[in-house]
């Protein structure tokens, strides 16, 4: 069965446009998510290598850090190195865009230490 062809005129393609258009919109599709502001927030005090990433992140599965890793890498926020050692040695750190979104990063940490309150007791 082939696939049919996306309607340029529905509500969703132009819900799309004007979410494109949007500058938070347009931020939040880069960043946003579970894990991927986490990602880069432990990434803005240097250069990670993998398995460091992980235990910043412990619930994340590697399968999703992997996927994130690279979405970020293709929107140039995230920058892999391979270095020329054996056994393999990667590392993640900002790009010069990505180092944009510290202090950004680093207010939303402020925003939530000063509006997080503490789980009430279960009884």
């Not at 996306?6 to 579970?34: A, D, H, M, W, Y």
């Not at 235990?55 to 929107?75: G, S, Y």
């Not at 393999?88 to 750190?93: D, G, K, L």
Request: proline fraction near 10%; glycine fraction near 6%; charge should be positive.
């Amino acid at each position: 069965m082939p696939m049919s062809a996306i309607k340029q005129s529905s509500t969703n393609q132009q819900n799309k446009q004007i979410i494109r258009e949007c500058p938070v919109s347009f931020t939040l599709e880069k960043i946003g998510g579970r894990w991927k502001p986490l990602i880069l927030y432990n990434l803005r005090v240097g250069p990670l290598r993998f398995g460091a990433l992980k235990k910043a992140l412990p619930a994340i599965t590697e399968k999703m850090l992997i996927q994130h890793l690279r979405e970020l890498e293709a929107d140039l926020l995230v920058n892999r190195e391979v270095k020329p050692v054996v056994p393999p040695h990667v590392e993640y750190s900002l790009t010069a865009t990505g180092q944009t979104l510290g202090p950004i990063l680093n207010a939303m940490a402020e925003w939530g230490l000063s509006n997080l309150s503490p789980t009430p007791a279960l009884p």
